[in-house]
């Protein structure tokens, strides 16, 4: 069924799926579009982000859209049946879908026995009706924004948390950002009233200790909206994984800075698949409109881009990367911070000062980090190899395209979103390597540009 408008969504989409500094790759990315007999064409996308090896994310990558294709199929008879169709009925056949999707794969982990888990945010763009419906499990993100001023669209209708089945809706007059949130612990949990801290403690880890309204008690560090402290509510709940039924604390997991609740080897994230009484397995259903009036960009990525780029920088990034470049060496960059606290070690060891401006001579300057500190100071000799290709990578691009015109048709930093979008993502990667992201790289961008028919 094509809406009744003169605009038709035109997308382009690109892929990409590195190994970064990890000694295998454990992720798998798909993008697809295809054909729906009812409502028309449709633009899928899937980033799952594998974690104690790569079973779950390649079993998701095999069933997720087949096995969609086969829920919706049923649920659009079901939901047809009497002869309405429109976006009211549309979100009810992917809410259906979604809801027994999510239960199937995780299902489907446990009879086939799979070791470790995986992430998953699957994209579903449904290009004739400009609805888009997102399943996000884990720590994966989903963003879609505008391709002009890189800022993130608000045309986000509603959230149905099916871990609680909490419905999040949101008022025409007020649509919140189409992008999807973190299933993680955010910060250090605080006791609200220090008088209470010697009581709570003794709790923590006894069995049978946990009841819900101790959430009150705390707060969360780095949490201003409470979602990491909903996270971490949610997980004590479960009796799947909080078994002891008991208070536990967040704390550092070990050998790293990642928070985890609890003492137990636990991933980073809260949701997952597979990872069978470590973490919980329904996630979220985001329902959205695209825009029909501007260019917008739909990105779905693993955490390996947030591990060293600001979620609000992604898009940034993408739509300007000859600005992005200009910004690479912030405050934050963790060689950065070291120079700044140890400006004589770094003469010391031939690196020189950081350089106050010019990208050729910041990209230089962290390329001789990488080469004279980086096997003290990175995690292998992998990710000193990784991030010097990646800064390889980046001063190729600056001297091929920064000296061209910017009206040049050639020119990958000015050219229009949608002709370069392969280009824009892997800018973005290699960034996000150079930015010391250790981690497996992968994502998705689907361009989407509406046009008159």
């Not at 069924?1 to 997308?11: D, F, G, N, R, Y």
């Not at 000859?322 to 960059?333: F, I, M, Q, Y």
Request: charged share 25%; proline share 3%; aromatic share 10%.
């Amino acid at each position: 069924m094509a809406a009744e408008t003169s605009v038709k969504l035109i997308p382009t989409s690109t892929v990409v799926s590195i190994q970064g500094g990890r000694s295998k790759n454990e992720d798998t990315a798909e993008c697809i579009k295809f054909d729906d007999s009812l409502f028309g064409p449709v633009q899928f996308c899937m980033v799952a982000d594998g974690h104690g090896g790569a079973a779950v994310s390649k079993m998701l990558k095999r069933e997720t859209l087949s096995t969609y294709k086969e829920l919706f199929e049923k649920y659009k008879i079901e939901t047809t049946e009497q002869g309405l169709v429109g976006i009211e009925q549309l979100d009810v056949i992917i809410e259906n879908t979604l809801r027994e999707l999510n239960s199937h794969l995780q299902a489907t982990a446990v009879t086939r026995m799979l070791s470790g888990g995986s992430t998953l945010v699957a994209n579903f763009a449904f290009l004739d009706i400009f609805r888009n419906y997102v399943l996000n499990v884990g720590d994966s993100r989903f963003m879609m924004f505008d391709t002009e001023t890189g800022e993130i669209v608000h045309t986000l209708e509603k959230i149905i948390d099916l871990e609680d089945e909490l419905v999040t809706e949101f008022p025409s007059s007020d649509l919140a950002e189409s992008a999807s949130h973190l299933h993680k612990v955010l910060g250090k949990l605080k006791v609200k009233n220090p008088q209470n801290a010697r009581e709570l403690k003794h709790l923590k880890g006894q069995r049978g200790s946990w009841n819900e309204s101790l959430a009150d008690q705390f707060h969360m560090d780095n949490d201003p909206t409470g979602r990491g402290i909903r996270e971490w509510k949610l997980f004590l709940n479960n009796p799947e994984t909080n078994v002891n039924n008991s208070l536990e604390y967040v704390q550092n997991r070990a050998n790293d800075d990642e928070l985890v609740i609890g003492n137990r080897q636990l991933p980073s994230t809260t949701r997952a698949f597979g990872d069978f009484h470590m973490t919980l397995h329904l996630g979220e259903i985001y329902f959205c409109t695209i825009p029909t009036d501007r260019n917008v960009a739909l990105f779905c990525g693993c955490d390996g881009f947030e591990e060293s780029v600001d979620r609000d920088l992604i898009p940034k990034y993408l739509c300007d990367p000859s600005g992005a470049l200009g910004n690479l060496l912030s405050e934050d960059h963790k060689f950065v911070k070291m120079y700044n606290n140890y400006k004589d070690w770094f003469l010391h060891q031939k690196i020189g000062h950081l350089p106050e401006d010019g990208v050729v001579n910041q990209l230089n300057w962290l390329q001789r980090c990488v080469q004279y500190v980086g096997h003290s100071h990175l995690p292998s000799q992998r990710d000193c190899e990784v991030i010097a290709g990646a800064v390889q990578w980046l001063q190729w691009a600056f001297h091929k395209y920064s000296t061209k015109a910017p009206t040049d048709a050639s020119n990958k930093f000015t050219q229009p979103f949608a002709d370069s979008v392969r280009f824009r993502l892997k800018f973005l990667v290699q960034s996000a390597l150079a930015r010391l992201s250790f981690d497996n790289i992968s994502g998705v961008i689907i361009a989407i540009n509406p046009t008159q028919c």
